[in-house]
């Protein structure tokens, strides 16, 4: 089955630019969507089809994706964005949707 | 505006059945793919189960498949996760999802089961 892979954590300075990967392969073909979740609390879409924000998502929070990693970039991060921080992809070729492992983000 | 609301989660001994349920609003429901999604203490999210808003096509992880049942009564606004044969390791939050954009647009607020003797 189709594996993605984050870092487990990301610690960024307020103010600074957090950077969060998604290694899958060829992921750069696929459609992928990254989630915001804050303890005790249910995920929160924040990028679809790769870089589109919902309605209601900071321009702060954007996404890229090519070759083989996806990225989520979180700039001028504030504390409130201290969460983890999921991607998600659709496995076609056995009708599953995948996510990644997770990524803790810690504002310092 | 858009609302889930999961219901149906207990303490339950290994073995044992459970079916949860979620409430739909805010929405076309009839008309929206919906999902289960659960996430185990501590742990990240697994995609358990997903339903097309007919309920003809159907697919579950390879963790839930043939122990669990996925549906809809699109006249109640409603979807259910039949659970049997449960295990210590499906103890989790579960999360009903509506389907958009190739991803999870909205989610409910989580029903907790506990599989325990």
């Known amino acids: 089955s189709y594996v993605l892979s984050q870092p487990p954590s990301v610690s960024v300075a307020p103010g600074r630019t957090a950077s969060i990967s998604c290694g899958g392969s060829d992921i750069g073909s696929q459609s992928v969507q990254w989630y915001q979740q804050k303890p005790g609390q249910a995920p929160v879409m924040v990028i679809y089809?790769?870089?589109d924000r919902p309605s209601g998502i900071p321009e702060r929070f954007s996404g890229s994706n090519s070759g083989n990693t996806a990225t989520l970039t979180i700039s001028r991060v504030e504390a409130g964005d201290e969460a983890d921080y999921y991607c998600?992809?659709?496995?076609?070729?056995?009708?599953?949707?995948?996510f990644g492992s997770g990524t803790k983000v810690t504002v310092l | 505006q858009v609302q889930l609301v999961e219901s149906g989660g207990d303490l339950v001994q290994p073995g044992g059945s459970l079916r949860l349920s979620c409430a739909a609003s805010?929405?076309?429901?009839?008309?929206?793919?919906m999902n289960w999604i659960r996430q185990a203490p501590g742990r990240g999210l697994e995609w358990i189960s997903y339903?097309?808003?007919?309920?003809?096509?159907?697919y579950y992880a390879d963790s839930v498949k043939g122990r669990f049942t996925i549906s809809r009564d699109n006249a109640d606004k409603s979807l259910y996760l039949s659970m049997n044969t449960l295990r210590a390791d499906d103890t989790a939050v579960y999360y009903c999802?509506?389907?958009?954009?190739?991803?999870?647009?909205?989610w409910g607020q989580g029903t907790l089961v506990a599989v325990s003797s």
């Open positions: 805010g929405f076309t429901f009839s008309d929206t793919y």
């Open positions: 998600q992809v659709w496995d076609g070729n056995i009708d599953h949707y995948v």
């Open positions: 999802a509506s389907l958009a954009y190739s991803g999870f647009e909205s």
């Open positions: 089809y790769d870089k």
């Open positions: 339903i097309s808003p007919s309920g003809n096509t159907i």
